[in-house]
Nanobody, 129 residues
Framework: QLQLVESGGGLVQPGGSLRLSCATSGFTLDYKVIGWFRQAPGKEREGVSCIKSSDGSTYYLDSVKGRFTISRDNAKNTVYLQMNSLKPEDTAVYYC??????????????????????WGQGTQVTVSS
């Protein structure tokens, strides 16, 4: 059974940092695209960052470029999202997701959430003073 479990969310002040983790089971990261999406109240879910495990290619939402970094540890079947210089507008529930990646690019997965194969349960990130 494919599972994705997020952790690492919480409350942080503007300018602070958090690292989200997505522990996966039931599949290996090989030939998968893994992504982080977020959804704020009243807004659509959007792709924040995605990574194609086979070649390490990545995609970032313009508003997080230079602040967020996605990485993966194939041996641990875990994907991370390091978030620095957090802003109040980053407040949202963050979801980890996966999709078969043989013919799918990181960007293609992130810009169209309908391509996602399975989702985690989400972790809340709140940026507030």
């Amino acid at each position: 059974q494919l599972q994705l479990v997020e952790s690492g969310g919480g409350l942080v002040q503007p300018g602070g940092s958090l690292r989200l983790s997505c522990a996966t089971s039931g599949f290996t990261l090989d030939y998968k695209v893994i992504g982080w999406f977020r959804q704020a109240p009243g807004k659509e879910r959007e792709g924040v960052s995605c990574i194609k495990s086979s070649d390490g290619s990545t995609y970032y939402l313009d508003s997080v470029k230079g602040r967020f970094t996605i990485s993966r540890d194939n041996a641990k079947n875990t994907v991370y999202l390091q978030m620095n210089s957090l802003k109040p507008e980053d407040t949202a529930v963050y979801y980890c997701a996966q999709a078969p990646g043989v013919f799918l690019s990181a960007q293609a997965m992130c810009v169209r959430p309908s391509r996602v194969g399975s989702w985690g349960q989400g972790t809340q990130v709140t940026v507030s003073s």
